[in-house]
């Protein structure tokens, strides 16, 4: 459970989300102390909020859940400008009615200066957020605050590992490749060079390397083979590393009697609740999707659950009622002329998936597993991608650890990149880990990623 939470949140960025969190509370306290700002205080029953800062924490902490849920705390979010930027405004934004919401349920009897107060504080939050960020990425640039990683080999295996860590996404790892170089695996030469950690991706049964790495091991070296470095800190099992075996020796894929209840608790709680708030706006999306033109208002469509059993899932209609006229399922793509003018709005916002609460009540979905795919893409991609067929151990989910992490797959390659996400989840099932999907969820949806 700790692994889980340290690769969403990282030890740096953990660091910084509690720096900016006191930073929070330190902003709001003073800007509660100034006279003639707010009557929040004055007018305050005696009680928790009549002390300014136990309001100024509570202010900060709701700040800090909705900063953290829309994504301000990814460590993508410290190297790209654009995305800090994006993801801040909306933070405040978002914080604004939440901490509205707060501040009036307390029967403070809300003024204009209030408002107009709460809004400074976000501005002003917003404005620190900003310069603390670019003033911590331009101190520790990427050079410096990577993670050095020495991966250990001359295989295939030892170069796509660099490759994959070269991404954007993996910029706190800087891979140095020692297969071509003489480079010493001794402990004190390794906290020389500065490395982080070391990865083996040969084998190395016996020899000068095995003795090396060994020695390093037990001096309190980080060593890893490249299958638990790919799922310890990239949130993924690369599928070119395991076998049948593997499935068989390795930890994981196991959920008690009790976590299964309550996960099946949770599914009905989260889904009756979601299906009450969005009544209005299903009810307002099936009225478009009937006045567009003919056609049925829902979907229904054959997908492949539990242990490959099919069932029937529910969606809005948001293509047009011969989208497959030619008979042959097709993969949905960019710009795809089959969906409709009500199609190209719900489809991004994920409004479409909504009738699958449907699905998650009746026990055919969770809330949180592999998306469901249909039979006879299942049968295409289990005779080309190995362990596929696997995914299915566990019951299809509305969102998914593939869907935060991986844009909207249309292809085959998309597929098995997909279910190298799908089988972490599968292995390292729980629910804290499907409470941090669903709140990265929120942000896949409001900032639109990989939708079509």
């Known amino acids: ?24 509370f330190l902003l709001i306290d003073a800007m509660l102390m100034v006279p003639g700002l707010t009557t929040v205080l004055s007018a305050a029953p005696a009680g928790l909020f009549a002390n300014g800062s136990n309001l100024a924490a509570i202010l900060a902490l709701t700040i800090g859940a909705i900063a953290a849920t829309i994504g301000l705390y990814r460590p993508e979010a410290l190297v790209d400008r654009n995305s800090l930027l994006l993801n801040a405004t909306v933070a405040g934004l978002a914080a604004f009615p939440a901490e ?137 099992i690369d599928l070119d590393t395991i076998d049948a075996n593997w499935f068989i020796t390795t930890d994981g894929f196991d959920q008690t009697r009790l976590g299964q209840t309550a996960k099946r608790a949770t599914d009905i709680a989260v889904s009756l609740l979601l299906l009450l708030l969005a009544c209005p706006l299903m009810a307002i999306t099936a009225l478009l999707i009937k006045l567009e033109g003919p056609g049925p208002v829902f979907y229904r469509q054959k997908r492949t659950g539990l242990r490959g059993v099919p069932f029937t899932v529910f969606k809005f209609r948001s293509m047009t009622v011969d989208a497959e006229a030619g008979g042959d399922p097709r993969w949905a793509q960019r710009q795809d002329p089959r969906v409709t003018r009500i199609g190209s709005i719900i489809r991004p916002m994920r409004i479409d998936e909504l009738p699958q609460l449907i699905n998650v009540l009746r026990g055919e979905m969770s809330m949180i ?15 080309i991608i190995p362990f596929y067929h696997e995914r299915s151990c566990v019951k299809p989910g509305l969102t998914g650890w593939a869907q935060v992490n991986f844009p909207y797959g249309a292809s085959v390659e998309d597929a098995r990149e997909k279910l190298a996400y799908d089988l972490y989840y599968v292995k390292n099932r729980n629910l804290l ?17 990989g939708a079509r």
């Open 1 to 24: 459970m700790a692994r889980i939470l340290a690769h969403y949140v990282t030890t740096e960025m953990a660091l910084l989300g509690l720096f900016e969190l006191v930073l929070s």
């Open 433 to 449: 880990l499907d409470l941090l999907i669903l709140l990265s969820t929120v942000r896949v949806v409001l900032f639109r990623e």
């Open 369 to 383: 597993g592999p998306r469901p795919e249909r039979p006879h893409f299942v049968e295409q991609l289990c005779r």
């Open 100 to 236: 509205l919401l707060i501040i009036g349920s307390t029967h403070l009897g809300l003024s204009g200066a209030d408002v107009l107060w709460l809004a400074a504080v976000l501005t002003a939050w917003l404005a620190c957020i900003l310069v603390t960020r670019l003033a911590v990425s331009r101190v520790l640039d990427r050079t410096r605050f990577a993670r050095r990683v020495l991966v250990v080999g001359t295989s295939s295996r030892a170069l796509r590992l660099c490759e994959t860590l070269r991404n954007r996404r993996f910029w706190r790892f800087q891979p140095i490749l020692a297969g071509g170089e003489r480079m010493s695996l001794t402990p004190q030469a390794l906290r020389e060079q500065r490395i982080w950690g070391v990865v083996l991706a040969d084998q190395a049964e016996s020899g000068p390397v095995a003795e090396a790495l060994r020695s390093s091991k037990l001096s309190g070296v980080r060593v890893y083979d490249d299958t638990r470095f790919y799922e310890h800190h990239l949130g993924r």
